[in-house]
């Protein structure tokens, strides 16, 4: 006969057991990924060949990803990316150099104010990251979107420290286009200008607005004059993107970016000639607009095309033949 006590006592055994099993499998399961991982946490692409870095430079901690080995290339984010909008040629590049893919100061998981979301300051900024911080000179830098100005800033402010440049689908605020003329280009530049109304309009629905705004921008989009409404990036990649964006301190960094354009266009006016050879990519058709507006301030522009059958997102519409045509010009 089974006594109370005894019943007892198997109820406590069995208690005790269970919250011993539960401890091991907390214990053995794999901790969570740091916010900054999590698109890359489990892409075995990634962890053969990539780290994600950080180091403080000026009261910002930025954020950097880098791996690979061979000569430097930097590469620059624009809006609304990351470092992550390079993924699709990182791994290709890694195989012949050193690449470091930047968050911006004030956006993707770099934390903190920059003093400036003008490019000549945010140049400064990954400047001092990769000459001071990480003993890194006579780099390729290659940017897009805003990131594009950002390089040719850091060509013109750093020349020594400049091997070469790749200028990828911004026309360059400057002498050819002044900041009024500028907004007029789309809807969005106008828009995002603005002093805290895009951050009030947007609000908590960032992901939304995001995944709306990519595919006006692509192939075939309205932005070029057609009606795709198709998007080259997925449902993961918007999300990383999201993650980001969505701290209310990154969105608003993400439109001081379009805030500086007065200020652009003087610092563009002002600074030294880009002399460093230059390759310079666009979407498909765009090549002669943007090109008239870079010529007038880099003298040395060796390589350029218009990407086929990609918009502005060179990297995500057109991999292959952004690889060929950096490859080229890198080992050239």
Known sequence: MITASRLVSRSVAALALSLLLTIGSVACAAPPAEPYAAATQNDPAFQSAFRHEFADVDGVRMHYVTGGSGSPVVLIHGWPQTWYGWWPVMPELAKQHTVYAIDLPGLGDSTGSPSGYDKATLARYVHTLMASRLNVRNAAVVGHDFGAAVAFQYASQFPGDTARLGYFDLPLPGPAINAAAYRTLSWHIAFHSQRRVPEAVVGDDVREYLALFYPQVSFGGTAFGGTSERSPFTDAEVNEYARTYSRPTVLSGGFEL????????????????????????????????????????????????????????????????VVGQLARFLNG
């Open 258 to 321: 379009y805030r500086a354009l007065d200020k652009d266009v003087r610092d563009t006016v002002a600074a030294a000639p880009v002399k460093v050879p230059t390759l310079l990519l666009t979407a498909q058709g765009q090549l002669d607009a943007i090109r008239a507006t870079v010529a007038p301030r880099v003298t040395d522009i060796v390589q350029a095309a218009d990407v086929p059958h990609a918009g502005h997102w060179l990297a995500e519409e057109n991999p292959q033949f």
